[in-house]
Every structure is written in C-alpha cells, then in structure tokens.
C-alpha cells in the first residue's frame, strides 16, 4: 500500500517570503499522480497542483511550483510571495494510475502554514 | 461550472441517534467518493462509486455506516447509531475518467457527536 508523509506539522512564513513544504511518499509503482490540495478553516479542498509522475518537468501554477524528485520519492511544494489568503492547512496526497478502487487519494498528516504579516 | 454540493454543513446529534449527508457531484462525473476527516488528521476514503455501482468499500463501517448513488448522480450517506468516534468532516468529491485523476472536493459536513 502507499503511504504519504507530511513530517513538518507546522510551518510559519512571512508575507511576500518565500516557503517549501516537504511530502515524501512510498510506492512500488512506475507511474501515478501527486497532488497538493489547501484546506482553509472553512474545510474545503482545494486543489493546488498536479504533478504527473511521467513528466520530468516540474508543475506551476502561478505562486506554487513544485520539486518533483521520482528517483527521492519526494514531491515537495514550494510558495514564493506568499500571501496572508495562503494561510491553510496542506496536504500532499498521491494516486494511482490504475482505475478502480486505485483511484482513491491517499493523503498525508498536513502541514499547517501560518503567513505572518 | 457547479461545483460539488453537500448538505447540511453542519450537524449536531447525539449518540445513538441516526443521521444523513446528501452530495450533488460536478455534473457528468462519473466517480463519487465519501471521505471521513477527523480533525488532526487527512482525510480517509470510506467509499468509491462509479455510477451507481460500489467500486472500493473496504474502510466503510458497514455495521454502522451505508451509503447509495441512485441513478449514478446524487449519493446519500447515513450513520445509524452514531458514535462520538464519528464526529468528523465528511467530505464528497467527484472525478470525471477524463480528468487525469484529479478530485474536486465539496464544501464538507461537519458532525460533532455528543
């Protein structure tokens, strides 16, 4: 089975710096998905970015960049600018390519960022 | 484009009794999934539909928890009798099988057990 780990439970940045949030990940598979998602205290997911694992090319998306390391198994998320609306909690989560019941995400613990003004 | 509904937000009972969470997905979405998030932690699939049909049910509590999707659309979930284990954000999520794999969640129902 995948696992997803988040090891930094608490990050704090300051607004317009720059922050990298680790996940590690584990799975004996060739090709899959990873996924950032922001969850405010209002509870909803939202997605962040997506890095397909046959890309070598890392994903952006704006602010959010990430550090794809396949050969590492690390996936981590990278905020430059941040702003006060990026305050949430993060979670790194992976998927498999198989369909099915493969399609579920497993997701890590969460990182909770505070931007400090 | 709407995105995923769910209702009530918030819910309070007490234990024993029984309640139900409703989700409208993303329309044309084929993939519903239920997920359970107790605070601290990420979420955790409770089950998968494609269509109308049960593709991954393994982590349901079934003594206590079930859930349908009529017509391959709208999904109900249920717990009778609640346990205080139970309070959580449940939260709904569609996929297209166009959609390289990413989820769109909803808004989630919070239910605190007492």
């Known amino acids: 089975a995948q696992t997803v780990t988040q090891s930094q439970p608490e990050m704090s940045v300051q607004e317009a710096e720059t922050v990298t949030l680790s996940c590690t990940y584990d799975?004996?598979?060739?090709?899959?998905?990873l996924f950032w998602y922001k969850q405010p205290p209002s509870r909803q997911m939202i997605l962040v970015i997506r890095?397909?694992?046959?890309?070598?090319q890392n994903a952006t998306e704006n602010r959010f960049s990430v550090n794809f390391q396949k050969a590492a198994k690390s996936f981590s998320l990278k905020i430059s600018d941040s702003q006060l609306g990026d305050a949430a909690m993060y979670f790194c989560?992976?998927?498999?390519?198989?369909?099915?019941?493969?399609?579920?995400?497993?997701f890590g613990s969460g990182t909770q960022l505070t931007v400090l003004p | 484009e709407a995105g995923v509904a769910q209702s009530p937000r918030y819910k309070i009972i007490e234990k024993r009794q029984s309640v139900a969470f409703w989700c409208n997905p993303i329309?044309?979405?084929?993939?519903l999934y239920w997920y359970q998030q107790i605070l601290g932690q990420g979420p955790k699939l409770l089950i998968q539909?494609?269509?109308?049909?049960?593709?991954?049910d393994s982590q349901l509590p079934k003594d206590r928890f079930s859930a349908e999707r009529l017509k391959g659309v709208d999904s109900t979930l249920k717990i009778q009798p609640a346990k205080l284990e139970d309070s959580a954000v449940y939260l709904c999520?569609?996929?297209?099988?166009?959609?390289?794999?990413?989820?769109?969640f909803g808004p989630g129902t919070r239910l605190l057990v007492l």
């Open positions: 329309s044309g979405h084929a993939t």
């Open positions: 799975t004996s598979e060739s090709d899959y998905y």
């Open positions: 539909f494609q269509n109308n049909g049960v593709v991954d």
């Open positions: 989560a992976y998927r498999s390519v198989s369909s099915g019941s493969a399609r579920q995400l497993t």
């Open positions: 890095q397909e694992a046959y890309k070598q």
């Open positions: 999520a569609s996929s297209s099988l166009s959609s390289v794999g990413t989820q769109y």
